[in-house]
Nanobody, 124 residues
Framework: QVQLVESGGGLVQDGGSLRLSCAAS????????AGWFRQAPGKGREFVAG????????HYIDSVKGRFTISRDNAKNTVYLQMNSLKPEDTAVYYC?????????????????WGQGTQVTVSS
């Protein structure tokens, strides 16, 4: 079993930055791909970014490319999401997820473990 705990959310102004962290339990996490998803009020859960087990391969949705960076430190069992140039439309609850697979997917159903989420609010 893997437990995921997100932190780093908060309120930030348009154009600001935040770094989300996802701390994982369990030694096997370093062999799992991971991803960040978000869910805005009244909308479905949306894939934001994903990273392979070794951190070499990353994927982003078009709307965050060039602004967000996903990374991981397997020695610390932690995945990060650096978010720069934040916009009001980035406002959502952000969830960390992990999959037994070595490479990430954009589909939520492919992930086996989920965190509780952290709120990100960007004010205009």
């Amino acid at each position: 079993q893997v437990q995921l705990v997100e932190s780093g959310g908060g309120l930030v102004q348009d154009g600001g930055s935040l770094r989300l962290s996802c701390a994982a339990s369990g030694p096997a996490f370093s062999s799992y791909a991971a991803g960040w998803f978000r869910q805005a009020p009244g909308k479905g859960r949306e894939f934001v970014a994903g990273i392979s087990w070794d951190g070499v391969n990353t994927h982003y949705i078009d709307s965050v490319k060039g602004r967000f960076t996903i990374s991981r430190d397997n020695a610390k069992n932690t995945v990060y999401l650096q978010m720069n140039s934040l916009k009001p439309e980035d406002t959502a609850v952000y969830y960390c997820a992990a999959t037994h697979r070595a490479y990430c997917s954009g589909y939520a159903v492919m992930y086996d473990y989920w965190g509780q989420g952290t709120q990100v609010t960007v004010s205009s």
